[in-house]
């Protein structure tokens, strides 16, 4: 079983930075790939972001490009995301997620962190 805890949201004016990071437990963190997903309110989750597992493979949402940065740090078993120039619709819960394949966690991850709230305000 693997462990995901997020922190680092918070509230923000558009156009603001900020940076949320996940620490994983459970299973050594050169086996997962991780990722983001968000869910803005009354909306689906969505795909944000993934790394594999040495940081080779990286995806971003279109709606995301250029502005967010997915990191991680293996030494740590931490994962990062720098959100830049932030928008008002980029207001979500933001999930930490992991698996074992790259591919799975970009589409349906089996591990999922408790999420942590970013709201962008004007």
């Known amino acids: 079983q693997v462990q995901l805890v997020e922190s680092g949201g918070g509230l923000v004016q558009a156009g603001d930075s900020l940076r949320l990071s996940c620490v994983a437990s459970g299973r050594p963190y050169t086996s997962l790939s991780t990722g983001w997903f968000r869910q803005p309110p009354g909306k689906e989750r969505e795909f944000v972001a993934a790394i594999s597992a040495a940081g080779g493979f990286i995806d971003y949402a279109d709606a995301v490009k250029g502005r967010f940065t997915i990191s991680r740090d293996n030494a740590k078993n931490t994962m990062y995301l720098q959100m830049n120039s932030l928008k008002l619709e980029d207001t979500a819960v933001y999930y930490c997620?992991?698996?074992?394949?790259?591919?799975?966690?970009?589409?349906?991850?089996?591990?999922w962190g408790q999420g942590t709230q970013v709201t962008v305000s004007s």
């Open positions: 997620t992991a698996d074992g394949p790259y591919s799975a966690v970009r589409a349906s991850p089996n591990y």
